[in-house]
Protein backbone atom coordinates (compact mmCIF):
# COMPACT_ATOMS: atom_id res chain seq x y z
CA UNK A 1 0.00 0.00 0.00
CA UNK A 2 3.39 2.21 0.88
CA UNK A 3 6.30 2.96 -0.86
CA UNK A 4 8.69 5.55 0.01
CA UNK A 5 11.09 7.30 -2.00
CA UNK A 6 13.50 9.92 -1.01
CA UNK A 7 13.62 13.03 -3.01
CA UNK A 8 16.34 15.64 -3.01
CA UNK A 9 16.97 18.06 -0.51
CA UNK A 10 15.27 15.92 2.65
CA UNK A 11 12.11 15.48 0.87
CA UNK A 12 10.34 12.05 1.03
CA UNK A 13 7.83 10.92 -1.30
CA UNK A 14 5.39 8.21 -0.24
CA UNK A 15 2.98 6.93 -2.66
CA UNK A 16 -0.09 5.18 -1.18
CA UNK A 17 -2.13 2.58 -3.15
CA UNK A 18 -5.62 1.02 -2.63
CA UNK A 19 -7.73 1.77 0.20
CA UNK A 20 -6.90 3.61 3.18
CA UNK A 21 -9.44 3.08 6.45
CA UNK A 22 -10.12 1.92 10.02
CA UNK A 23 -7.79 -0.86 10.83
CA UNK A 24 -4.65 -1.58 9.65
CA UNK A 25 -4.33 0.40 6.95
CA UNK A 26 -5.04 3.74 8.85
CA UNK A 27 -2.49 2.51 11.58
CA UNK A 28 0.44 1.79 8.74
CA UNK A 29 -0.57 5.33 7.22
CA UNK A 30 0.14 6.78 10.99
CA UNK A 31 3.40 4.13 11.25
CA UNK A 32 4.43 5.61 7.99
CA UNK A 33 4.05 9.41 8.30
CA UNK A 34 5.45 9.23 11.80
CA UNK A 35 8.41 7.36 10.82
CA UNK A 36 8.96 9.76 8.17
CA UNK A 37 8.35 13.06 9.94
CA UNK A 38 11.13 11.18 12.89
CA UNK A 39 13.87 10.50 10.16
CA UNK A 40 13.44 13.01 7.23
CA UNK A 41 14.32 17.02 7.43
CA UNK A 42 12.17 18.34 4.85
CA UNK A 43 8.55 18.20 2.96
CA UNK A 44 6.51 14.99 2.78
CA UNK A 45 4.82 14.24 -0.40
CA UNK A 46 1.84 12.26 -0.49
CA UNK A 47 1.44 10.75 -4.26
CA UNK A 48 -1.96 9.92 -4.37
CA UNK A 49 -2.36 8.75 -8.04
CA UNK A 50 -2.74 5.12 -7.16
CA UNK A 51 -5.13 5.47 -4.37
CA UNK A 52 -8.94 4.52 -5.14
CA UNK A 53 -10.58 5.02 -1.47
CA UNK A 54 -9.94 6.62 2.25
CA UNK A 55 -12.11 7.24 5.04
CA UNK A 56 -13.00 9.83 7.33
CA UNK A 57 -10.28 8.04 10.03
CA UNK A 58 -7.54 8.00 6.60
CA UNK A 59 -8.74 11.99 6.45
CA UNK A 60 -8.18 12.83 10.06
CA UNK A 61 -4.76 11.07 10.33
CA UNK A 62 -3.67 13.19 7.10
CA UNK A 63 -4.54 16.46 8.76
CA UNK A 64 -2.45 14.64 12.03
CA UNK A 65 0.29 14.61 9.88
CA UNK A 66 0.46 17.69 8.16
CA UNK A 67 -0.23 19.66 11.54
CA UNK A 68 2.64 17.68 13.09
CA UNK A 69 5.00 18.89 10.20
CA UNK A 70 3.81 22.44 9.75
CA UNK A 71 4.41 22.34 14.09
CA UNK A 72 8.04 21.71 12.46
CA UNK A 73 7.92 24.26 9.65
CA UNK A 74 7.92 21.31 7.48
CA UNK A 75 5.18 20.84 4.62
CA UNK A 76 2.75 17.75 3.54
CA UNK A 77 1.70 18.50 0.34
CA UNK A 78 -0.72 16.24 -1.81
CA UNK A 79 0.30 15.37 -5.02
CA UNK A 80 -2.63 13.75 -7.94
CA UNK A 81 -5.48 12.57 -6.47
CA UNK A 82 -8.22 10.88 -8.33
CA UNK A 83 -11.42 12.24 -9.20
CA UNK A 84 -12.97 10.68 -6.54
CA UNK A 85 -10.51 11.38 -3.70
CA UNK A 86 -10.28 15.30 -4.76
CA UNK A 87 -14.10 15.62 -4.47
CA UNK A 88 -13.69 13.58 -0.87
CA UNK A 89 -10.83 16.35 0.04
CA UNK A 90 -13.20 19.74 -1.56
CA UNK A 91 -16.60 18.09 0.49
CA UNK A 92 -14.39 17.83 3.85
CA UNK A 93 -13.12 21.39 2.75
CA UNK A 94 -9.73 19.97 3.19
CA UNK A 95 -8.50 20.86 -0.39
CA UNK A 96 -7.94 24.40 1.24
CA UNK A 97 -5.67 23.05 3.76
CA UNK A 98 -3.95 20.80 2.22
CA UNK A 99 -1.34 22.19 -0.75
CA UNK A 100 -2.37 19.92 -3.91
CA UNK A 101 0.13 19.25 -6.98
CA UNK A 102 -0.58 17.58 -10.94
CA UNK A 103 2.50 15.75 -10.38
CA UNK A 104 5.62 14.84 -7.98
CA UNK A 105 7.56 17.29 -10.52
CA UNK A 106 5.38 19.75 -9.86
CA UNK A 107 5.16 19.27 -5.99
CA UNK A 108 9.24 18.83 -5.78
CA UNK A 109 9.68 22.61 -8.15
CA UNK A 110 7.00 23.53 -5.11
CA UNK A 111 9.02 22.92 -2.53
CA UNK A 112 12.11 24.24 -3.88
CA UNK A 113 11.03 27.25 -5.00
CA UNK A 114 9.35 27.74 -1.27
CA UNK A 115 13.15 26.66 -0.32
CA UNK A 116 14.37 29.88 -1.87
CA UNK A 117 12.42 31.66 -1.38
CA UNK A 118 10.67 32.44 -4.40
CA UNK A 119 7.34 30.44 -3.35
CA UNK A 120 4.08 31.69 -5.71
CA UNK A 121 1.58 29.20 -4.95
Not at 91 to 105: H, K, M, P, Q, R
Amino acid sequence: MFTEDDAPAGTTILRLAGMVKLGETVHELERTLERAANEGTGAVVLDLSELEYLDSTALGTLVGGLHRLKSEDRDLVLVNPRERIAGLLRVANLDSLFEIYGSVAEALEAIRRKAQGTDVH
